[in-house]
């Protein structure tokens, strides 16, 4: 039997990452709504300040991905998940390429309803092309660390570990 006990660190470390993230993306959301409202003077300079921040953490996130860590002690148990790995860090300067754009939007637009609605819709995107490679990562732990990462969003447990058997 194999004892996975070992990889809660790499698991427990990358939902707590996630988690970080997630509420980045919560007050990201909020920002937007916010941003046009009436009785208030419009203003995109909030949400392009919590964009900076998520940035910042996505790109501290994707470093100590791409220079070893979670991923790569993966790859080292199951090696044929190199592949993989290696789509799921080509993603990284995408992904912070689209943030740099909504931060360069905001910083930029004319706070008015319809640049509002596009910005929302924008984000709507990142947020999906985020949570599409959290997935990815989550699934990789699945197969590298014989783990269920659960989402940081239903509430449930961070870490079931299954022990399977070696043949």
């Known amino acids: 039997?194999?004892?996975?006990?070992?990889?809660?660190?790499?698991?427990?470390h990358l939902v707590a990452e996630h988690r970080r993230l997630h509420r980045i993306l919560r007050h990201m959301r909020a920002a937007i709504v916010s941003s046009v409202q009436p009785d208030v003077a419009p203003s995109f300079a909030e949400v392009a300040r919590i964009l900076g921040r998520l940035h910042d953490e996505l790109e501290l996130h994707f470093t100590e991905e791409d220079e070893g860590g979670c991923l790569d002690e993966a790859v080292s148990r199951c090696?044929?998940?190199a592949p993989e790995v290696k789509r799921i860090e080509a993603e990284?300067?995408?992904?912070l390429a689209e943030?740099?754009?909504?931060?360069?939007?905001?910083?930029?637009?004319?706070p008015t309803v319809q640049h509002q609605v596009a910005m929302q819709q924008s984000f709507d995107r990142l947020y999906q092309r985020i949570r599409t490679h959290e997935k990815?990562?989550?699934?990789?732990?699945a197969q590298g660390f014989g783990t269920n990462v659960n989402s940081v969003e239903n509430d449930q447990s961070?870490?079931?570990?299954?022990?399977?058997f070696d043949t």
């Not at 990284?92 to 992904?95: F, K, S």
Request: hydrophobic letters at 40%; aromatic letters at 10%.
């Open 92 to 95: 990284h300067p995408e992904i």
């Open 1 to 12: 039997m194999r004892d996975y006990s070992e990889c809660r660190c790499y698991v427990d």
């Open 79 to 81: 090696p044929w998940l």
């Open 99 to 110: 943030v740099n754009r909504l931060i360069d939007e905001a910083n930029h637009l004319q």
């Open 136 to 141: 990815a990562e989550n699934q990789l732990f």
């Open 158 to 164: 961070a870490l079931n570990l299954r022990l399977l």
